[in-house]
């Protein structure tokens, strides 16, 4: 069975503190992705992830990186964490292909900054 | 204009009725289409996806896709109040790369008992 866990389903940190948000996949996939969604908003990739080690902005990777260490794992970090960045965090995985590359999703982490 | 767009709703339908939601998208060449389903504060989970023009079907559930119009739908038979939530198209587009996928932002479904 498909699955791709994070680390916290709800997180509470005060501005200015450095926050890791972690994804795991047990799926071999080759993409892992982050993204933010907000209300009104959808969804936004903040960065992606095709091999280890490799990495690409999305379209909002502005106050974020990451770092993939191993094939399976795949953490956001906020360097220093704004009000800004309240929101729930979506970690995705996929495998490489021209058209069933459907992203699978973590259960989310829901992140207040103070 | 938006790359995949989306009527945000909410959509309501009877209990019982057909449900149409509907999505455009703007990159001709794009390869395939999902359709994802999101209960509130849960994350969106896959209905099924299309990649050739026509009709797919799944249980209650149609996707249909249209290249030249650049549209695709999903249709929701015998609807049900537990298929109250907000459905995401996304799109696997040409450009970009990186197997990365266009999203829309949604539209909201309630079923009315």
């Known amino acids: 069975d498909v699955k791709v866990t994070q680390s916290s389903r709800y997180l509470v940190k005060r501005t200015g503190e450095k926050v890791f948000l972690e994804c795991v996949q047990d799926m071999d996939h080759e993409n892992m992705f982050w993204y933010r969604q907000d209300p009104g908003l959808g969804l936004r990739l903040i960065y992606f992830s095709y091999d280890v080690k490799m990495k690409e902005k999305g379209d909002i990777p502005e106050g974020y990186s990451v770092s993939r260490e191993k094939k399976e794992r795949f953490s956001l970090i906020l360097e220093s964490a704004s009000t800004n960045q309240t929101s729930m965090y979506l970690c995705?995985?996929?495998?490489?292909?021209?058209?069933?590359?459907?992203?699978?999703f973590g259960p989310g982490t829901r992140l207040t900054v103070l | 204009q938006k790359e995949v767009e989306q009527n945000s709703g909410p959509l309501s339908v009877p209990e019982g009725a057909i449900a149409s939601l509907n999505c455009t998208y703007s990159d001709r060449g794009s390869q395939s289409f999902f359709w994802y389903r999101q209960y509130s504060g849960k994350s969106p989970e896959l209905i099924m996806f299309?990649?050739?023009?026509g009709d797919k079907e799944d249980g209650r559930f149609t996707a249909q896709l249209n290249k030249a119009s650049q549209y695709v739908s999903l249709l929701i038979r015998d609807s049900q109040p537990s298929d109250s939530a907000t459905y995401l198209c996304?799109?696997?587009?040409?450009?970009?790369?990186?197997?990365?996928?266009?999203f829309g932002t949604g539209t909201q479904l309630k079923v009315e008992l």
């Open positions: 299309i990649y050739s023009n």
């Open positions: 995705a995985s996929s495998h490489n292909g021209n058209i069933d590359n459907e992203q699978f």
């Open positions: 996304a799109v696997n587009p040409l450009t970009g790369g990186g197997n990365k996928l266009t």
